[in-house]
């Protein structure tokens, strides 16, 4: 496949050399794009028949999560709710329960709140449109853009933390991106998105593949690359990140702990648990308390009379 093209910037007339934040990158998409066609994984989502509605549950399930962890529930969960409506038609604690332990569980009650929403906006179909998409509940800007693009070959830039770390290493020159989305990645992003729509779909989803599989955060292997001979970073001899230090994610003796504990309790109950059941899970009455209530304050699990808790119903 070929890339579209555009007029070369003056300063890279003459040059084939590494590719600069001020081009348009289009000697990038071609080689991405033939490598991910040839490499990509075959994931139930990418298939024709996981639809739209397959598209948008894997991107709430991938956040943060890797493909290892989603693939099962991803299966569960659209033999279980193989439409939105079918899923709106369920309590969203069904939605918490079948999440199992994919971890960061207010995904799933902002999924059922999609799923309600396409059901009772849009006649039960994903909606085609990206202002219509990020105007659902629990969408934001990435999974709108990522929706489009995946589902229906639209162009937009979809910038998750591969995407990013691809970008910052080839053609920003840096090893690690921001710990947050900056506006100049954005910038970037757009500038190096190609102009056709169904070659902008393909480069999105490539070079989302390209950080998943090669340029990964660890354990980079270049001599899988097919832009290493471009990669800025590689050419400047891979200089050591000395930016903010990287945020490391704990998780043991943490509050999401805690969270966790109490949720796998509520997750395997069918009836609705007594305070003694849920205080049994953790020693630390004060830590315990506060994650219960954050549990509660979040939507996640229903206080009853009695001091029975369950999970949401409504």
Known sequence: MTAPTKP?????ADSRGPVGDETAGDDLHAPVIDWFEEHARDLPWRRPDAGPWGVMVS?????QTPVSRVLPVYEQWMARWPRPADLAEDAPGEAVRAWGRLGYPRRALRLHGAAVAITERHDGD??????QLLALPGIGEYTAAAV?????????PVLDTNVRRVFARAVTGVQYPPNATTAAERKLARTLLPDDERTAALWAAASMELGALVCTAKNETCVRCPIAALCVWRLAGKPAHDGPPRRGQTYAGTDRQVRGRLLAVLREAVTPVPQSALDRVWEEPVQRARALDGL?????????????YRLPQS
């Open 8 to 12: 070369t910037p003056p300063a890279q």
């Open 59 to 63: 991107e709430f399930m991938l956040q």
């Open 126 to 131: 994903v909606p085609t449109e990206h202002a």
């Open 148 to 156: 489009a693009s995946f589902a229906y070959g639209q162009r937009h």
């Open 296 to 308: 509660v304050s979040d939507g996640l699990v229903e206080p009853l009379a009695g001091g029975l």
